[in-house]
């Protein structure tokens, strides 16, 4: 708390001197998604939403609970918060918003559960964000794994979920972290930027939707500190899952 | 389930003949905000936002966190929503969100805890929701309240507000429900308007904002039935909490 007050200090100083600048959303994601698809994907009428990832997406959703569209069962990140907007706004849409991130998963462990969690949902719309684990289990020693692993297990399953599920819109999402807070050190870099790259690349070739969440969080450090968006460098706060929440649902519609 | 489906089919069929209108929150608030005071509650550096009422409000928080701004101290329902917004959207203003709501309250037992979970907290802005188990208690023979002591104890409550926090600005939410949905049958009306007509007009003259919400959820079913928005007639779905949170913020910034 101390800490977390020094920060704010400190980065109230730095913002007094350097200039406080709002940057919206939408002008974020235009820029960032220049290089990108750079495409929307319409809601239709009755569409089936699914997130998956690890513990950023699975956010303590109840796992008894198999239902869609409560809060129980999309926990408390941001495909709760991007869902609740959703179902809100596109009431007389009848959509469906599954959560099916698992805590720890990196692609390989997607892939293990993907039968059940992804292609037997016959989802209209497949958002994965994965990655963090990918890097951070190998840097504390828990995986083995390198980017070619990552980039190989990602591919394989989205070409496994295209021939099951040809029409299936993706929304690939960048993993992200923020240097300096707690878990998120000089260990990470440059080796992170790969993984990333790699999300972004892979985008490209299967003609997904990127949500640059990477440049989201960047930005919105001129706003607030590091730690205002994410208690550890990687799992965001309530503020950090609205961020995503608005930069994901800009991203659909 | 499929109950559900069939009130789908019929509201679907009612609504193809009637035919189906969007009707946009901020032209409900204005139209619902003309006979009430109609001002805005500007957001200032460090504000403390406290949400206060029964379980609509309470939504599964965790009593034992004390703290703010969190998913866990805000539960799952308008005021973490309302909260995830203002905290994003606002990320530069320092705010502290509380939620002390309590599941089960009626006006006299928000007074009982109201040195702990408001006066003490000293918040510039004090949203309060409540009213439904005042009328709802007493229609289930758990409770002997009028119409009359609802409203002699939320102007003593607060009366007793002002006095300790002179400068707090006020949102009095209006006690909803959505008729013909399960716990909600004809025994409540007309009396629960009397509820809702007192809120109005205690908001009136304590100067505070009205959250038109039964203006909200009856537009609401112009886009999706009932239970869309709430399942028992009474606790909002998470589209209902949205649809809280959205008008909740539309009334204050």
Known sequence: MENSNNNRRNFIKKAALGGLMAVSIPEILSA???????????????????????????????????????????????PMLAGAKLLQKYASHNLKVFNKGVSGNKVYQLAERWE?????????????????????????????????????????????????LPKVKLIICEPFAVPGVKAVDGKWYPEFYAYQESARKIADQFGATFIPFQKIFDEAQKQAPGDYWTGDGVHPTLAGAQLMAQAWIAGVK
Chains 1, 2 share one sequence.
Request: glycine content about 8%.
């Open 32 to 78: 960032a998604m220049v290089s990108s698809v750079h495409k929307k994907n319409p809601l239709n009428r009755n569409d089936i939403i699914l997130f998956q990832g690890d513990s950023i997406t699975d956010s303590g959703r109840n796992k008894e609970d198999n239902s869609f569209n409560s809060s129980s069962a999309l926990g408390s990140g941001y």
């Open 116 to 164: 059940t969690d992804c292609l037997g949902l016959k989802p209209d719309i497949l958002s994965i964000l994965i990655g963090v684990n990918d890097i951070w289990h190998k840097l504390n020693g828990q995986y083995n794994g390198t980017v070619e692993i990552y980039r190989n297990d990602y591919m394989a399953l989205l070409e496994r979920t295209k021939k099951a």
